[in-house]
């Protein structure tokens, strides 16, 4: 996530932290630099210009060019524009309504507006207690309506049956029936998008609107598409007055021009953000984290509030117990990686951890990836329970059968037990509290 745009500005920033003091050339050079990287993100002229505005009476101020560090000092200014750019604080969901609460998710097609309005209803049931029926109003595409309750269906969440050959506005009556009948709190309306911005949809989405009189119509936009999800925003803002922005595949967008102009360029704050396929993908958009993502510094809060979401507590307890007692078993390894992949395996960490865009790359270079979680899980559940206890009983014709049942072969099989045992040297070591027993380069390099 902006991973471009943040090593950017690690250079930036670290060239201008070597300084003792900084004169208003050196400032003025970094701001030219800072200006160029936000514009090379594909963040909005307009947004960039008021950016270096905004920074540039702090940077060359007194107080940056006087301050002991003014590198730090820099990199503290610039935090604060970017935070205010991004919207200041983080943008609370209306739930201000007499149940059921109406969300009406609009956007172009492919935005990603049915997986998001799955997403939003697990997200209303865990952090608000609160349920909801989906109700798809997408009649245009075939098996639209499907997506939607098949998605309902594998996350236990409500959906409406579907009527062939209804009308949306007739299906929006029927939710609503059903909606006050069966007692949810809220229907998540998953409305039919169009290629691109047209009269028809718009003019669909305002009949659907004045019948919902939703509390939220949110925007589902891909942040992929940079300014033209800007300029999407904006159409829509001007016909259906939007109060959220949920800005989804922010995973694979390196640089983040979409979010970054979002707030300034229509004035409606960035709510959610989609981070991935899954329906745990979906995080608030806090703009102080991100502007630290942005800037570098990581973002260790959402990193530890994620840790103690997502994971399993029980489980972390026993492994960590078993560690103390120096017994490190392939189950133990194997609720390690499960964890990890919850937490979006190393990528996900990694990108939540401060000054890791260098050393990302060279992870990358080194293959450590999702891929190697897969595999190694894979292995290790083609094992028997005994197997996985006593790894030292696995003799070739195990192998032969683990690997097959993996998907693998038995070299791999080899590199995971040798792997395993030097975690379980090390974590013996480590017990027997030899401070020696950290990670060595050697025994770094093994791990890949
Ligand atoms: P719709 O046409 O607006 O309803 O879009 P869909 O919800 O059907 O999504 C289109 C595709 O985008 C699907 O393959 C989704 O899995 C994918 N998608 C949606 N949100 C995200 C996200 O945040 N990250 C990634 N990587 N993929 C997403
Ligand atoms: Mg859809």
């Given amino acids: 996530m902006f991973e471009n745009l943040t090593s950017k500005f690690e250079e930036i920033f670290s060239s201008l932290k070597k300084e003792p003091s900084l004169n208003e050339s050196q400032v003025d050079e970094g701001l030219r630099k800072i200006r160029q990287a936000l514009l090379e993100a594909d963040v909005a002229l307009p947004v960039a210009k008021e950016l270096i505005k905004n920074i540039k009476p702090k940077a060359i101020g007194q107080e940056i060019i006087r301050s002991t560090t003014p590198g730090q ?3 503290k200014v610039v935090f ?26 609009v956007g172009l097609q492919g935005s990603g507006k049915t997986t998001t309005a799955a997403k939003l209803a697990k997200y209303l049931e865990k952090n608000n207690k609160k349920k909801s029926l989906m109700v798809s109003l997408d009649v245009y595409r075939p098996a639209a309506q499907q997506q939607l309750n098949i998605l309902g269906e594998k996350n236990s969440i409500q959906t409406l049956p579907i009527v062939k050959d209804q009308l949306p506005i007739d299906i929006v009556k029927r939710a609503l029936n059903a909606a006050s009948l069966s007692g949810v709190d809220a229907i998540i309306f998953d409305t039919a998008g169009r290629t691109q911005i047209d009269l028809s949809m718009m003019n669909e989405i305002k009949e659907i609107k004045s019948v919902t009189n939703p509390v939220e119509t949110i925007l589902v936009a891909d942040s992929l598409t940079g300014q033209v999800a800007v300029n999407i925003a904006q159409e829509f803002k001007k016909t259906v007055d939007l109060t959220g922005i949920i800005l989804t595949r922010v995973d694979g967008d390196g640089r983040g021009g979409a979010a970054l102009s979002m707030k300034f360029s229509t004035n409606v704050p960035i709510k959610f953000m989609g981070t991935g396929e899954k329906i745990e993908n979906f995080d608030v958009f806090h703009p102080d984290r991100i502007a630290n993502r942005i800037l570098g510094m990581g973002d260790i809060v959402s990193l530890v509030e994620k840790a103690s979401q997502d994971l ?22 194997l609720s390690q990686l499960k964890q990890m992949k919850k937490m979006g395996g190393m990528e996900g960490v990694l990108s939540m951890l401060p000054g890791v865009s260098k050393i990302k790359k060279q992870m990358d270079n080194a293959n450590i990836d999702e ?7 894979a292995i290790i559940l083609s094992m028997t329970k005994e197997e996985r206890l006593n790894p030292k009983i696995i003799s070739s014709s195990r192998k032969k059968r683990i690997s097959s049942g993996s998907g693998t072969d038995p070299a791999t099989i080899n590199k995971l037990l040798k792997q395993f045992k030097m975690m379980t040297n ?6 027997k509290g030899d401070s020696k027993g950290g990670i060595s ?8």
Wanted: contains cysteine; negative net charge; hydrophobic residues 40%.
């Fill in 441 to 448: 380069p050697e025994i770094f390099n093994q791990l890949k």
């Fill in 80 to 105: 604060d524009e970017i935070v205010k750019i991004l919207g200041d604080s983080k943008s609370e969901l209306n739930l201000n309504a007499v149940p059921p609460a109406c969300f009406m998710l």
């Fill in 73 to 75: 000092m820099m990199v």
């Fill in 312 to 333: 399993d507590q029980e489980n972390i307890k026993k492994t960590e117990e078993n560690l103390q007692k120096g017994v490190f078993s392939m189950e133990d390894y």
């Fill in 426 to 431: 090390m974590m013996k070591k480590m017990s």
């Fill in 371 to 377: 891929n190697i979680i897969k595999t190694n899980e």
